[in-house]
């Protein structure tokens, strides 16, 4: 038996060089970047990381904050180019287009809002994803899916569905005014290849924006023919708001693209969710039913020494 002041010595002897020197043995290199503690390097957090990031989820991310930074910037101002065009040539009485204005103000302060909301959206549904992912990779593990989480999961879906729909008629009425653009640039192109031809005079040929509907019949001009049509075009108003247009309708384009890709994002974690709710349960009878059949063995032991 070792008594209590042997065992001081042994220590003492350890401690201090000049009893005993120390003895150090060559701990063999580990590969990879793992410390000897069993902690992963940084080139394993960080392939950890990449994995869990819903990349699916972050391109549409993109994709929509781009397409409704083109709609809403490029609509802004073209918006107010087309304003400053009807202003100087089409409608010089300001009370014949004053509901116009009105309408394009208040379509202006709409585009504000549209940039705002789909901000904000874009980052909860990027989250969302991110939410799905860890709850599908880590299924096996401590993280558990909830009813809630999966309501909330269906509730992006159907929300999602509804502004695809909507987009859809954004992007439609985006086309109208590219059209309308289009129709003017068209004839100014047809009376400059006139100007050769003198037998067919070019101020024959106009544009009369009444028929659109967006000044009334009686403004004053509201047509423009022949040079001073052609002047029109010529202008930087024009020229700005025409490619201004055809811009946003490709960003409203470019929307809808990425809230369809939303949509199939969340369809598909919102059923591997699903999925993984039933797991859960299955586990979890399996668990109990394992534990049950446990006690089960341990009472028939106890039973059984209690009469040996």
């Excluded at 080139?43 to 709609?71: D, H, M, N, Q, R």
């Excluded at 709409?110 to 940039?115: E, R």
């Excluded at 028939?300 to 209690?306: C, D, G």
Aim: charged share 15%; net charge neutral; hydrophobic share 45%.
């Amino acid at each position: 038996v070792i008594t209590r002041p042997e065992m001081e010595i042994g220590r003492y002897h350890w401690m201090y060089r000049s009893s005993r020197p120390h003895r150090y043995h060559h701990v063999p290199a580990l590969r990879g970047n793992i410390s000897p503690l069993g902690i992963q390097g940084c080139f394993e957090c960080c392939i950890k990381c990449l994995g869990g990031v819903p990349y699916a989820s972050l391109v549409a991310t993109i994709l929509c904050f781009s397409g409704v930074a083109l709609f809403c910037g490029c609509g802004h101002v073209a918006l107010t180019g087309t304003v400053s065009i009807l202003e100087q040539h089409f409608s010089t009485t300001a009370s014949d287009h004053a509901l116009l204005s009105e309408v394009i103000q208040l379509m202006q302060y709409v585009i504000y809002g549209i940039a705002s909301f789909f901000f904000l959206y874009g980052i909860i549904l990027l989250a969302e994803g991110f939410y799905t992912t860890s709850a599908v990779k880590e299924l096996h593990g401590e993280f558990k899916t909830t009813a809630c989480g999966r309501c909330i999961s269906g509730m992006f879906v159907f929300l999602t569905y509804v502004l695809g729909v909507a987009w859809l008629g954004v992007f439609g009425f985006s086309a109208v005014p590219v059209f309308m653009f289009y129709n003017i640039w068209s004839t100014c192109e047809v009376i400059k290849s006139l100007q050769t031809n003198v037998t067919v005079p070019g101020d024959q040929i106009c544009v009369d924006i009444r028929q659109y509907g967006i000044i009334p019949w009686n403004a004053v001009p509201g047509r423009a023919c022949g040079p001073i049509l052609e002047n029109i075009c010529n202008t930087n108003e024009f020229y700005m708001s025409y490619h201004l247009f055809i811009v946003a309708c490709a960003g409203a384009g470019a929307t809808v693209i990425a809230l369809i890709h939303f949509l199939m994002i969340l369809s598909s974690n919102w059923a591997y969710l699903k999925d993984a709710s039933k797991m859960q349960a299955y586990q979890d009878i399996k668990a109990k039913e394992e534990q049950e059949l446990q006690d089960i063995q341990s009472r028939s032991k106890e039973q059984l020494n209690s009469y040996t």
